[in-house]
């Protein structure tokens, strides 16, 4: 069945204005006109920001949509993808963020516009601690695109976390991947479009 619903999560600090959002968005709007397309600005708060989603998401049909998730995001897209049985798209994905976000307690910036701010609290690293999963239950769902060179997060876990899965593993590469252009084909075909 072809993906008619697609969801977009950015990564901790990022928003929908990211690179990687704004590219899949024209994509998806340029080819894919039929697909509903979401990517919202996810609050700091883990709780919160799920709870919005699945509140924008509750009339989705399950066997038709798909979520494409970036660090953060992509620990996010996994938790929901376990949670209604989608596929998901992985990039640089956050495999243990609770330990990773700890060193960012306090203030923090927005990337794409450094004049908004919020504060990372205890709470919020206490949530994702809750959300993390020990493993991926049916790894044939997910599609991981890891980059080797990826100066925040580490590609070895990333890699054995999501095992089985379908696995593309740059050579290169940044957290960022500033090169996602040449991977967008892979990343719309593994989700249904």
């Known amino acids: 069945m072809k993906t008619t619903h697609l969801l977009y999560l950015h990564g901790f600090r990022s928003s ?5 959002a704004q590219i899949t ?8 006109a039929r697909v509903t397309w979401l990517c919202p600005a ?3 708060s883990p709780k919160t920001a799920m709870e919005c989603v699945e509140r924008a998401i509750s009339d989705w049909p ?9 660090s953060l995001g992509g620990f996010y897209a996994t938790w929901l993808a376990e949670k ?3 596929k998901a798209v992985l990039l640089n994905p ?4 609770a330990r990773d ?14 004049e908004q701010h919020f504060v990372m609290e205890a709470s919020y690293i206490q949530a994702l601690e809750v959300q993390e999963l020990a493993r991926i239950t049916q790894p044939s769902r997910y599609f991981a695109v890891i980059a080797k060179g990826d100066e925040v997060l580490d590609w070895r876990e990333m890699a054995a976390h999501y095992a089985g899965a ?4 740059l050579v290169q590469g940044d957290h960022a991947l500033t090169d996602y252009i040449q991977h967008l084909d892979e990343v719309l075909e593994f989700a249904g479009l």
């Open 42 to 44: 996810l609050a700091a």
């Open 62 to 70: 399950r066997e038709s949509m798909a979520i494409i998730g970036s």
């Open 84 to 86: 209604y049985g989608c």
């Open 94 to 97: 956050a495999v243990h963020p």
């Open 25 to 32: 968005a024209a994509a998806v709007a340029e080819r894919f």
């Open 16 to 20: 929908p204005r990211s690179t990687k």
């Open 101 to 114: 976000l700890s060193r960012h307690l306090g203030f923090n910036t927005v990337w794409h516009d450094p």
């Open 166 to 169: 379908f696995v593309k593993l």
